[in-house]
């Protein structure tokens, strides 16, 4: 039987993993999910000899089941290969009294490529399947790692075109960078005056505005989102929450069947529900460790049980965790209400009318499995520098946010026994200001290119070929717009205003 993926927002609203992934959002305004948690065989005793890729093929097969076993296969080969400049493709590695996976090895080195080198297969694949010819506009907001990950994974895929939106002041010059001097003939970068909510937001309304879907089908073609919204995104990011595992019982570490923790540095949410599902089928989580940065929104909502966005936003030094509102929470409400549409539905109108929900006493409880904390500014710097002398290792901020969080975790509970998992999500050269400036003095006349060698220097890791490229490289997007305006610079470009209507 066939896996069904329905809209939170409405439960009639039913389509199939690949439909899913071919569309993004759900045109009602929800988000897809699983109508059910499909098995998958964790058998350590075999997983822990596994290579990544097969892991992920388990992982693909179950969750997005009207895919051939070829065009996983196929997927799966295009997606984790050497654009991974390590084999394990997300090595864990052990630090004192932590294990950090390692998740920054692809093409832009950030977490978002482990998704994004599949997902452009996903959705192309599912093209075909259904003989949609319609051309795929792949439209996008950025906190900084996304777009470029998604870029990398579109640039010149025939049939597609890529439009990535992102906050003008909100990312670091190093991700900036990344972004504008992407090549291929079917991206456009566009910088927007506004932080990423409001990027966020506007991107949603376009999703969901019924006209203009029917002016991009009269102009031969459809939006998809390669945000952490689509399906598509979410599932190949459960594969190395049970590749870690199967790591640690290979490293002996743990036994089959022992509990671990993962602690996550959250920004939409997107990651920890993925490490959400992967415990859903299975795998022996004990705590899912939900870390946030000064946007601390979600740690006030698990101890709460209110959300509520209307506070000072503040721009960090771990840039794609400043978001005030986390897309993929909508998937953990839908679930904790036990898959209701209505009630979701009405929670979400509520974030959007008063800028804040309330959640039942009952929901609440159910977050048990949670543990929610943040960590500040100061107390960033600080693991960073503490990793640098512990263990030499040298963390970057999101990643030092779930160490640090983990450290207040094990103070609040005791909990010093059960193996942590550590997502680590970024290479530090992808913020060398943040990184440096917390190992040693800076002038603060430095720019990120010249902080990149410092940080080679002291961190004795290679420059990855991610940040080597960018020095010299042509600038090709210098578009800025205003948040009103997004949507008629998405029109220029696809140039609505030319007669390129099918008659
Ligand atoms: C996107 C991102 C996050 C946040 O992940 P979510 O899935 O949005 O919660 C954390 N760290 C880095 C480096 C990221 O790029």
Do not use: W
Not at 353 to 382: K, R
């Amino acid at each position: 039987m066939t896996l069904i993926y329905q809209s939170t927002r409405d439960k009639n609203n039913q389509v199939t993993a690949s439909q899913a992934i071919l569309q993004g959002l759900a045109t009602d305004g929800g988000l897809y999910v699983p109508s059910q948690i499909p098995s998958v065989a964790l058998d350590f005793g075999t997983l822990k000899n596994a290579t990544y890729q097969e892991v992920a093929t388990r992982v693909l097969s179950a969750f997005l089941d009207d895919y051939t076993k070829e065009e996983i296969a196929y997927c799966v080969e295009q997606a984790y290969d050497e654009k991974f400049d390590d084999a394990a493709i997300a090595p864990v590695v052990a630090l004192d009294g932590q294990y950090n996976l390692e998740l920054f090895h692809g093409n832009t080195i950030a977490f978002k490529d482990m998704a994004l080198s599949i997902l452009p297969y996903l959705m192309t694949t599912a093209a075909k399947k259904h003989g949609v010819d319609r051309e795929i506009v792949i439209l996008t907001a950025t906190s900084g790692d996304t777009g470029k990950a998604a870029m990398a994974g579109f640039a010149n895929v025939p049939g597609t075109k890529i439009i990535v939106f992102y906050p003008k002041d909100g990312v670091s010059k190093i991700q900036e960078r990344q972004m504008t001097t992407q090549v291929g003939d079917n991206v456009k970068v566009i910088a927007i005056d506004g932080n990423f909510d409001e990027a966020q937001t506007n991107v949603k309304a376009m999703f969901n505005d019924t006209s203009l879907r029917e002016e991009m089908f009269a102009h031969h073609k459809q939006f998809s989102s390669a945000n952490s919204m689509n399906i598509g995104r979410l599932v190949p990011q459960i594969t190395y929450y049970i590749y870690a595992y199967a790591q640690l019982v290979k490293k002996q570490v743990i036994k089959s069947g022992d509990k671990i923790n993962v602690s996550v540095p959250t920004g939409n949410f997107g990651n920890i529900l993925a490490a959400y599902y992967a415990k859903q089928i299975g795998l022996p989580i004990s705590k899912l460790i939900c870390a946030s940065n000064e946007n601390n929104v979600l740690t006030d909502f698990f101890h709460t049980g209110t959300y509520d966005k209307n506070r000072e936003f503040f721009v960090t030094s771990s840039p794609s965790m400043d978001i005030l509102v986390s897309s993929n929470l909508e998937r953990l409400i839908f679930h904790l209400t036990n898959d209701d549409d209505v009630k979701t539905a009405k929670l979400m109108q509520d974030l959007q009318t008063t800028g804040e929900y309330e959640i039942t006493p009952d929901m609440l409880a159910q977050l048990d499995g949670f543990y929610a904390d943040f960590a500040d500014e100061t107390e960033i710097s600080e693991r960073i520098l503490s990793a640098y002398e512990k263990d030499h290792y040298v963390e970057d901020p999101h990643t030092a946010v779930a160490s640090a969080v983990y450290q207040k975790y094990v103070a609040a509970t005791g909990d010093d026994k059960t193996p942590t998992v550590i997502a680590s999500t970024a290479s530090p050269y992808k913020f060398p200001k943040a990184v440096v400036g917390s190992l040693t003095e800076l002038t603060g006349q430095e720019d990120d290119f010249e902080l990149v060698e410092k940080l080679a220097d002291l961190s004795k890791v290679t420059l990855p070929k991610a940040v080597s490229d960018l020095f010299g490289a042509p600038v090709l997007h210098e578009t800025v717009v205003a948040c009103a305006d997004m949507q008629s610079a998405v029109e220029t470009y696809l140039e609505f205003d030319k007669d390129t209507k099918d008659l």
